[in-house]
């Protein structure tokens, strides 16, 4: 396993502004999820997928979000409208199966100017 | 999560043995783990119990289950200063993970 993948590490960006993070899973992992992590707690449940379908969403995933695995591979999570309470880690996490464990990436840190 | 509970700091001598507290309210959770987050990283999974067992241990991580009273202890052997990081619990029930807000634990020489 190479791990789950994450990209960028960081961005940076003005309030108001779009931004894309993609996360790569590990290989033959059919579940896929997205957690928001602000400092000093921990990962809160956003949104996940089995292969290409969106099975759940947190009330934490407004209207402004949107998340896709669109081959059921690499999954993208948009934030349009960036405020700055959108300030946070975005970290992805995948699993081979229902039962299985989660495997976490090293997220995306996010930072509204 | 406000359904996992932690303590938030804990400091030890390196070479003493660590213990990690954790309670958790979600009777059907059926698996709970302690994850590893190092500065600026993503969660490393240390270990992990079903909720059907008591204990499970892996090298020098010892987990303690008491599902009567919902409490969960993760026991860390000869603390090293690598150990030094935001430990979190969490519980499963479903398809999601319910995280504590993690407990810091610092080794001191």
């Known amino acids: 396993d190479t791990g789950v993948s994450q990209n960028p590490r960081h961005k940076i960006t003005k309030r108001g502004q779009n931004v894309t993070f993609r996360c790569d899973p590990i290989?033959?992992?059919?579940?896929l999820y997205w957690y928001r992590q602000t400092l000093g707690q921990g990962p809160e449940f956003l949104t996940y997928f089995q292969n290409e379908a969106q099975l759940e969403k947190s009330r934490l995933l407004s209207d402004r979000f949107s998340a896709e695995r669109p081959k059921g591979s690499f999954s993208t999570l948009e934030i349009q409208r960036t405020e700055q309470g959108d300030s946070a880690m975005y970290l992805c996490?995948?699993?081979?199966?229902?039962?299985?464990?989660?495997?976490f990436g090293d997220g995306t840190r996010l930072s509204i100017l | 999560g406000e359904d996992v509970e932690q303590s938030l700091f804990l400091s030890v001598r390196e070479g003493d043995s660590s213990v990690i507290n954790c309670t958790y309210t979600?009777?059907?959770?059926?698996?709970l783990y302690w994850y590893k987050q190092e500065p600026g990283a993503g969660l490393q999974l240390l270990t992990y119990?079903?909720?059907?067992?008591d204990m499970k241990q892996d090298q020098r991580l010892t987990v303690l289950l008491n599902k009567k009273d919902k409490h969960l202890s993760l026991r860390i052997a000869d603390t090293q200063t690598g150990d030094s990081a935001i430990y979190f619990c969490a519980e499963r029930a479903d398809y999601k993970l319910s995280f504590g807000a993690g407990t810091t634990v610092t080794v001191r020489a």
């Open positions: 979600d009777s059907s959770s059926t698996y």
């Open positions: 119990i079903f909720s059907n067992m």
């Open positions: 996490a995948s699993s081979r199966g229902p039962e299985q464990p989660q495997h």
């Open positions: 290989s033959e992992h059919n579940r």
